[in-house]
């Protein structure tokens, strides 16, 4: 580790740690000196160095893009998922939020959905089979259409796009006091509602999504709305409306 | 019944708008029954018994209406004690450190118990005044009334079942249209306030029963009438 330097912050991190699935966790403690300046990411790396230069194994957490686009990146932090600060992924989660002397707990996504691999690393496959089930648009391979062959009125476009900004990260779920996958499924429904693209697979979309989402043990949404506040990308829950509208137009409509 | 409709049913969108449907046309007969019981105060207590006898005298009207309430109440209450259930499952670890997102109220977050104190208060109440053995003189079912809600205990019981009530409505009206889908930029705002003074002109309005009535049994025995 390096000296510390004037504006460091001493922290204790309690981090869970739990060797496998259905493996019993707790929390484990490590006393830390960090930049204000690094990520959260980044104080996880210098926690696991601190850990391995004492012989202990590095715990184990999500990330991929480090700059939160890719929605690898998870954990529960103070309570909160993604940490503190809205509209953030945890890996564009600045130690500059936290003060010196604080207690950090750390957590993963919890979730009978998301069950834990190791340590912090949850398995989301399940919004992978969810969003198998319709979350896509028939497109017959060619030449690219021309840009304004389908017209898309701008308010269309523009919902349609917010909705699209979802990254799968699943912090919906983990804030969800049902453990709940709604507001992930009518992002991904409300994407494709709006747009001509996305009406061939319209009336069966709504409908199979809810189903694989159902299979998959989530829990059923009673409209807390802490999905909408916990989300890195600001999705609204009028997509929750919208996927409650095309789920019953869906469910209506005869079965192909 | 067509394997669609089960599957609808079944689904957890499907289970929410069967309780937005049964818990809106509850919340109509709540409407209903706040603006009956105002017979009170017009009609002082005769006026509430002529009020009791016109509904009587509906007869099979009146059970039928009964009939379709209570189907109504038990498809609302086995539903929601399927969804309570199903939720705790779904998330069968809970978080060692747990803090709000900011969104979800103390209302939303107590649907359940105050769901079930509703249900406890519901049959106390239906005891109290649908069981003529009970009430005595069923001609005179205000003056059991204000009897029953102007005792210290009775009146306790009630404004706990009413509280119970308001939180329950609070969420539950607005959250109803979200569960239905109706949803609009400019009119759900609108609708959002219209279902919360909704809710609170309800419990305001069933809790000044038993207020009245302590006051009014008070001012009875103390001899001032």
């Known amino acids: 580790m390096s000296t510390s330097t004037t504006g460091d912050l001493s922290l204790t991190v309690h981090v869970w740690c739990q060797a496998g699935p259905d493996q019993p966790g707790e929390f484990v403690t490590t006393a830390l000196t960090i930049s204000p300046d690094t990520s959260f990411l980044e104080m996880l790396d210098c926690l696991n160095e601190q850990r391995m230069a004492g012989g202990l194994e590095p715990i184990a957490f999500d990330h991929d893009c480090r700059e939160g686009i890719c929605g690898m ?16 992924t945890t890996c564009q989660l600045h130690m500059r939020t936290f003060n010196d002397g ?26 992978d089979r969810i969003q198998q089930a319709g979350g ?15 017209p ?52 069966a979309r709504a409908r199979s999504m809810v189903e694989a989402m ?13 999905c909408a506040a916990a989300c890195p990308k600001a999705i609204d829950v009028t997509h929750i409306a919208r996927l409650n509208r095309e789920f019953l137009r869906s469910s209506l409509r005869p079965r192909g | 019944m067509p394997s669609w409709i089960g599957r609808f049913l079944s689904s957890s969108v499907g289970k929410k708008t069967v309780m937005a449907v049964t818990g809106l046309s509850l919340v109509g007969f709540l409407v209903a029954h706040l603006l009956g019981n105002f017979s009170l105060y017009t009609g002082g207590i005769e006026g509430f018994n002529e ?86 003189d069923m001609d005179n079912l205000g003056a059991a009334v204000v009897e029953r809600l102007g005792s210290p205990v009775g009146a306790t019981v009630y404004l706990i079942g009413i509280l119970a009530l308001g939180l329950h409505l609070r969420h ?13 930029p400019q009119w ?32 009875a025995s103390a001899g001032v009438n």
């Open chain 1, 102 to 127: 604080d207690d950090i707990w750390v957590e993963p996504f919890r979730a009978k959905g998301f069950p834990i691999l190791r340590d912090l690393v949850v398995d989301r496959g399940a919004f």
């Open chain 1, 214 to 226: 159902d299979a998959e043990g989530f829990g059923n949404c009673t409209n807390h709305f802490e």
């Open chain 2, 51 to 136: 009020y009791a006898a016109k509904l009587e005298d509906l007869g099979g009207l009146l059970m039928a209406a009964e009939v379709v309430l209570f189907a109504v109440f038990v498809i609302h209450v086995s539903l929601a004690l399927r969804i309570v259930r199903e939720n705790r499952l779904a998330r069968d670890e809970a978080y060692r450190v747990r803090a709000t997102m900011g969104n979800s109220t103390r209302a939303s977050r107590s649907m359940a118990i105050t769901g079930l104190v509703v249900l406890l208060f519901l049959i106390v109440h239906i005891i109290d005044f649908r069981v003529p053995t009970l009430v005595g």
């Open chain 1, 73 to 88: 990146c998870s954990l529960v932090i103070d309570g909160k998922p993604h940490g503190p600060e809205q509209e953030t």
């Open chain 2, 172 to 184: 539950a009206i607005q959250s109803a249209f979200q569960s239905l889908g109706i949803q609009h």
């Open chain 1, 152 to 203: 898309v009125p701008k308010p269309a476009a523009e919902e349609a796009f917010d909705a699209a900004a979802c990254i799968g990260c699943g912090a919906c779920v983990a804030a969800c006091p049902n453990a709940s996958a709604m507001l992930f499924v009518a992002a991904k429904v409300s994407q494709f509602a709006l747009l001509p693209q996305g009406a061939p697979e319209r009336d």
């Open chain 1, 136 to 150: 896509y648009v028939s497109v017959n391979t060619g030449s690219a259409p021309d840009a304004h062959a389908v």
């Open chain 2, 188 to 219: 759900t705002p609108i609708l959002r306030v219209g279902a919360l003074a909704l809710a609170a002109a309800l419990a305001i309005g069933f809790a000044s029963f038993p207020i009245y009535c302590l006051l009014s049994q008070g001012a």
